[in-house]
């Protein structure tokens, strides 16, 4: 069964520091997503991004964040400052009418 | 109007028996409702879902059930085992693509 790829699985940075994170979404979806969840709570909603493009953000999403499609089948989160409180399980997704998760990314921030 | 309510927070179910689980939504938008399944450490996997077109949707042990009028659906897992032992998440998509998703229910199905 065809599966989002999300690399690497744990990452510990010291705050200030950038992340990027990284997932191979399934080859055939057009939609992709990052989703974030903070351990213990509910996954929320960062951006989607289809057709080369942002197509809806949270406010979550700030200026600290941006995502990129650097070639056909990688799509990176960026987090270019990080702060304490963006430790958390980061998800990404792909759809093509029914969303795959990955496994996530732990990012724990120091 | 963009929250998905999830009740209970954590559940404690016997082997064989029946876990429910309930969320309740306002925006009206909504048109796809999915539960999600997640065990530690892993991401939320589609476990069934259901359109608002149709009041309940099997698939082998487990139903959801809808109730549009009430704006709320919940999850039945008939004969849970301690397999099903995980974190449920129902979630709820309009006519943007993105999935606002409950608060999660662990369940816990004891021997």
């Known amino acids: 069964e065809p599966e989002v790829t999300q690399t690497p699985s744990h990452q510990v940075t010291q705050m200030g520091q950038e992340v990027i994170l990284r997932c191979v979404p399934i080859s055939n979806h057009l939609y992709f997503y990052w989703y974030r969840q903070i351990l213990g709570q509910k996954v929320e909603f960062l951006v989607s991004?289809?057709?080369?493009?942002?197509?809806?953000k949270s406010e979550i999403f700030d200026d600290q964040f941006s995502v990129e499609r650097p070639d056909g089948s990688n799509f990176t989160l960026k987090i270019r400052s990080t702060k304490l409180e963006d430790s958390a399980m980061y998800f990404c997704a792909s759809s093509s009418g029914g969303y795959t998760f990955g496994s996530g990314t732990r990012l724990t921030v120091v | 109007q963009q929250q998905v309510k999830q009740s209970p927070q954590s559940l404690i179910v016997q082997k064989g028996g029946i876990s429910i689980i309930n969320c309740a939504y306002e925006?009206?938008?909504?048109?796809?409702f999915p539960w999600y399944q997640q065990f530690p450490g892993k991401g939320p996997a589609l476990l069934i879902a259901i359109r608002p077109d149709v009041s309940e949707k099997k698939e082998g042990r487990f139903t959801i059930s809808f109730n549009k009028s009430a704006k709320q659906f919940s999850l039945h897992i008939m004969d849970s085992q301690p397999g099903d032992s995980a974190t449920y998440f129902c979630a709820a998509r309009g006519n943007t693509d993105k999935l606002i998703f409950g608060t999660g229910t662990r369940l816990q199905v004891f021997p």
């Open positions: 925006n009206t938008a909504f048109d796809y």
């Open positions: 991004f289809y057709n080369n493009e942002i197509s809806e």
